[in-house]
């Protein structure tokens, strides 16, 4: 059952929190000089990668790599409005918004299955 669709979404999900976990510790990590945040993104983007191949699984690549892409540059943003105060400006909106949009038109109007 691990290879199912429902199955696919929830190591997805996994793959985008990890995802995020490792990207986010990469400031930290000051160029990898510093070993717990250097560890976490390691081992974020450890995860991250196992769960992405066990999603591919039983969903298209380029499904996948958009919903993964997209969510988490999203996600991201948040971390970074968050732990950096780092605040987007209006084009910084607008794109982001325009990546979920493509996302979602993926997911609901893409034929693509895997094989």
Excluded at 78 to 92: K, S, T
Aim: overall charge positive; proline content about 3%; charged content about 5%.
């Amino acid at each position: 059952m691990r290879g199912s669709s429902g199955f696919g979404y929830l190591w997805l999900a996994i793959a985008i929190v990890a995802e995020v976990i490792g990207t986010s510790a990469l400031r930290a990590s000051a160029g990898f000089t510093r070993l717990a945040p250097s560890l976490v993104v390691v081992g974020g983007y450890g995860v991250a990668f196992y769960c992405l191949s066990l999603t591919l699984k039983s969903m298209p690549v380029g499904i996948v790599y958009a919903i993964w892409s997209g969510v988490g540059i999203v996600l991201i943003t948040l971390v970074a409005i968050v732990l950096y105060r780092q605040v987007p400006d209006v084009g910084a909106v607008v794109g982001l918004s325009l990546i979920v949009a493509g996302v979602v038109v993926l997911n609901l109007f893409s034929g693509m299955q895997a094989h």
